[in-house]
């Protein structure tokens, strides 16, 4: 019998979260130490993963027979990109929110701090291996409650208790309104499989008006999550209100599960209803694209407009997973790494700007490249990622969404592609107005370069872009066995 490696994946982070809760004035260390190891976990995993394809690591076990539920775990390559970049992230995250659990700030409030991000991590890492529909169904739901307190209770420069506190009710009613209608989606999927496995059930559904509903419902849960317009409403306040690393776990690691829910659930258990409601759903898409990079370019604030940004981007990765080809899923799936790593260089970067200046607001900045270079760099590297500048990594998954997504619907493959010219305006103006041109006595007196373990956080994931821009193959070659199975399904 193999090692459970799919279960220490996530049981690590979840017993490092207790035990940051018990102990908390380790808890700085208990979270370093915790993600570490996940991480030595997934990248272990992807040395010993088969490229040629199929769920690997696969384990089963009883849990609820009489409802046909298991604990069924098994890793695929859209899986494995995902586990490490959620991986890869944590630790990251966790330096990042080192002002969080500094001494002068140990106690509960620290031990809180790890506790809540490595709970996150944990349902996170699990969601991406769960192979039974009630199991994801549980932890997409339970995941939910320590974001709840991260975006509530840690708030960013410049936030408001009152704000943040409405920006993290708003957070959870729209989740939880998505979660409840996908239960019944569950429960109708038990009645008509008799079973919650997903490999079971996928295929042994007939078309009808009973798949379209079950399709429906799941697609509105993960819709909410990711988020598609017009469902994005409750993002923005809660990205602009928290800290930036709670910001960034929300955006480029817990909304990725959405989009892998799409691919995973609702292409391959409701094929049929998938082909049906596909055109809707990218025109959806397309609008999220050009209204998420239009809103950002009028934000004064600099937090709200990478929020907005985010909100365009998960518009390419919609519109790719439902046009249904290899090229379009797997530009959505690299676009998914690739969107995490440069939304996090971005929020990090910036956060530490705003924490420097003591505000959000965009014109209260100016010049700050001559006091801040490193910064300005930095900052430069992750607006040209945004923007998919060649090169870099979102570049190559953009493209692949673009070139995949044209046979099928070319108007919105068109229209899409307009947004890498607004884009261009909102990085390229933010940076200039943030750098360049004289700089005020007031940035001159607060702003000044990276520090060391800032570097430490930001130059990861710079090197990341670039890499993932230059040689994009490696991943390539892990995605593209499991969209082009659900590929088959889905035509």
């Not at 490595?118 to 349902?123: D, N, P, S, Y």
């Not at 009808?208 to 993002?235: D, E, I």
């Not at 999220?288 to 940004?309: E, K, P, R, W």
């Amino acid at each position: 019998m193999s090692a459970p490696w799919l279960t220490l994946l996530w049981a690590v982070p979840a017993v490092g979260a207790v035990a940051a809760a018990a102990v908390p004035r380790a808890a700085r260390w208990i979270g370093y130490a915790a993600a570490l190891v996940a991480l030595g976990v997934a990248v272990g995993l992807a040395a010993a993963f088969d490229t040629g394809g199929g769920f690997q690591f696969a384990e089963s076990h009883r849990w609820i027979p009489s409802f046909g539920a298991g604990y069924r775990l098994a890793l695929d390559g859209t899986g494995l990109v995902l586990v490490l970049l959620t991986a890869a992230l944590v630790p990251i995250l966790l330096l990042a929110g080192r002002r969080e659990t500094a001494p002068e700030g140990s106690g509960r409030r620290a031990g809180a701090y790890v506790a809540l991000t490595l709970a996150v991590e944990a349902g996170v890492l699990l969601s991406f291996v769960a192979t039974d529909v009630l199991l994801f169904y549980l932890v997409f739901e339970a995941m939910l409650i320590p974001l709840y307190f991260l975006i509530g209770g840690y708030g960013g420069t410049g936030s408001e208790p009152g704000r943040r506190s409405r920006a993290a009710v708003k957070f959870l009613l729209y989740n939880l309104a998505g979660g409840l209608i996908m239960l019944a989606a569950v429960v109708g999927l038990y009645a008509t499989t008799g079973t919650f496995d997903l490999r079971a059930a996928a295929g042994s559904i007939e078309p009808g008006a009973a798949q379209n509903l079950m399709f429906l419902g799941f697609l509105f849960a993960f819709a909410v999550k990711a988020p598609l317009w017009p469902l994005h409403t409750w993002l923005p306040g809660a990205a602009v209100q928290t800290t930036p690393p709670t910001a960034v776990l929300m955006m480029a690691v817990v909304d990725k599960v959405g989009t892998f829910g799409m691919l995973r659930y609702c292409l391959t258990l409701f094929p049929d209803a998938s082909a049906k409601f596909a055109p809707w759903i990218a025109a959806l898409a397309v609008i999220g694209i050009v209204y998420g990079a239009v809103l950002a370019i009028g934000q004064s604030d600099v937090m709200a407009l990478i929020a907005y940004t985010s909100i365009s981007h998960f518009g390419f990765i919609i519109l790719g997973i439902f046009a249904r080809t290899g090229d379009s899923q797997a530009g959505s799936v690299l676009y998914m790494v690739n969107h995490g790593v440069a939304t996090a260089a971005l929020f990090l970067v910036a956060g530490v700007l705003v924490a420097r200046r003591g505000s959000r607001r965009i014109a209260d900045f100016g010049g700050a490249w001559a006091k801040a270079p490193k910064l300005g760099a930095i900052f430069l590297i992750a607006g040209l990622a945004t923007l998919s500048l060649p090169g870099l990594g979102p570049f190559v998954s953009e493209l692949l969404v673009v070139v995949g997504t044209y046979p099928r619907w070319a108007v919105a493959a068109m229209v899409a592609v307009t947004a890498l010219v607004l884009s261009a305006m909102y990085v390229l103006w933010t940076y200039q107005r943030i750098f360049t041109g004289p700089t005020p006595v007031s940035v001159a007196r607060t702003v000044d370069d990276a520090r060391p373990g800032e570097l430490a956080v930001l130059v990861p994931l710079i090197v990341a872009l670039f890499a993932l821009g230059l040689f994009p193959g490696p991943v390539l070659d892990a995605i593209n066995p499991s969209v082009a199975a659900t590929s088959e399904v889905v035509r």
